[in-house]
């Protein structure tokens, strides 16, 4: 029974599993999806999810969605490397706190970055109004700091001296503002060289393979929306700036 994983890389939490599965030389059915051609809304992907969301991961009439239940069955059913998810009860706590941290306090954090300083002025030709944009990366860096202090601390990666889910998970997501040029790392030391452990252990090809059209979503070309998503774009401007 062949596995069949539906991503888009331009979503950190598809990058995230892309990165894992060939890391750990799982082989999958790559099945490319563009959400922001609205592929997520197609007859074809409903009828394998509902959710109309990525990720989402099919192994005969297995149907998985949500990034974290995603990585954790990959982790469970194929022989990982043991480092990404230890069976050390405090360890593994330590990686699904961040894992439930993340979701609010960096996703959405992360991804406002990415709408607001890039894709929005793109769409509209509109410049988010600076008060908004300041809240904005105030709250980015008061996460991040949340993030050194509470999970990364001293450690070289978040559960100690070697990379885990949660490493793979965070810096997928950190990754969202430096494609809108906004390059967190500046002027952190100790999280910019967190970062750079983790590239390199995932491997610089690897890591620019998953990164390159998330990178290089400058060159998206906006007069093509599918409806869906323009509507869903209207919502987050809305959420963005009032
Ligand atoms: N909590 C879900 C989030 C899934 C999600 O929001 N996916 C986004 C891409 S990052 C998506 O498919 N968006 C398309 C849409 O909302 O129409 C997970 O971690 O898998």
Redesign the pocket.
């Known amino acids: 029974m062949s596995l069949e994983l539906y991503l888009?890389l331009?979503?950190?939490?598809?990058r995230a599993i892309y990165i894992f599965a060939k890391m750990n030389n799982i082989h999958f059915d790559y099945f490319p999806m563009d959400?922001l051609q609205?592929q997520?809304?197609s007859k074809e992907f409903e009828a394998i999810s509902v959710?109309?969301?990525?990720?989402v991961l099919r192994e005969g009439s297995f149907i998985l969605?949500?990034?974290?239940a995603?990585l954790l069955y990959l982790t469970h059913k194929y022989s990982t490397s043991i480092y990404w998810y230890p069976p050390n009860i405090h360890t593994r706590a330590s990686i699904d706190e961040y894992m439930a941290w993340q979701?609010e306090g960096m996703?959405i954090t992360m991804?406002k970055v990415l709408w607001s300083k890039l894709l929005i002025p793109m769409i509209t030709g509109q410049e988010v109004p600076k008060e908004k944009m300041d809240d904005i990366l105030e709250e980015v860096q008061t996460n991040l700091q949340l993030f050194c202090d509470h999970f990364l601390k001293d450690k070289p990666f978040i559960t100690g001296t070697i990379i885990s889910l949660a490493d793979l998970m965070a810096v997928v997501e950190m990754m969202q503002p430096v494609s809108a040029s906004y390059n967190i790392f500046l002027g952190k030391p100790k999280l910019n060289a967190w970062r750079l452990r983790v590239e390199e252990t995932v491997g610089s090809r690897l890591f620019q393979e998953a990164h390159q059209k998330l990178l290089t979503i400058k060159k998206w070309d906006t007069s093509i929306l599918h409806p869906?998503?323009r509507e869903?774009i209207l919502i987050m401007i809305e959420s963005i700036t009032t």
């Open positions: 888009d331009i979503s950190p939490s598809c959400v609205g997520q809304h959710l109309r969301k990525v990720p969605a949500e990034s974290v995603i979701h996703h991804e869906s998503v869903k």
